[in-house]
Nanobody, 118 residues
Framework: QVQLVESGGALVQPGGSLRLSCEASGKILGWNVMGWYRQAPGKQRELVATFTSGASGISTTYGDSVKGRFTLSRDSANKFAVYLQMNNLKSDDTGVYYC????????WGQGTQVPVSS
């Protein structure tokens, strides 16, 4: 069993910042992909930011709508912890943010709410 625990979601005003955390635990030795997706009300789940581990190292992918505003980072001491720094938040960033880890199969956290509203 693998568990993903997210934290950091909160109500924030447009233009504000927020930092989300995700930590994986359980029977897992590594990951191929780890990062964040989000789902806005009435919309499909979409990519926010992920790390991909490959032969040439670890690469980062951002969704188009968050490039330049969001930063994905890793914990240097814990390879199963990732963070999402979100700056200049907009109302369109409102949604449930899900942590995702893939190694053969995909694991998902329960999600953390991020409402962006004045």
């Amino acid at each position: 069993q693998v568990q993903l625990v997210e934290s950091g979601g909160a109500l924030v005003q447009p233009g504000g910042s927020l930092r989300l955390s995700c930590e994986a635990s359980g029977k897992i030795l590594g990951w191929n992909v780890m990062g964040w997706y989000r789902q806005a009300p009435g919309k499909q789940r979409e990519l926010v930011a992920t790390f991909t581990s490959g032969a040439s190292g670890i690469s980062t992918t951002y969704g188009d709508s968050v490039k330049g505003r969001f930063t994905l980072s890793r914990d240097s001491a814990n390879k199963f912890a990732v963070y999402l720094q979100m700056n200049n938040l907009k109302s369109d960033d409102t949604g449930v943010y899900y942590c995702n880890l893939r190694r053969g199969i995909a694991y998902w956290g329960q999600g953390t709410q991020v409402p962006v509203s004045s």
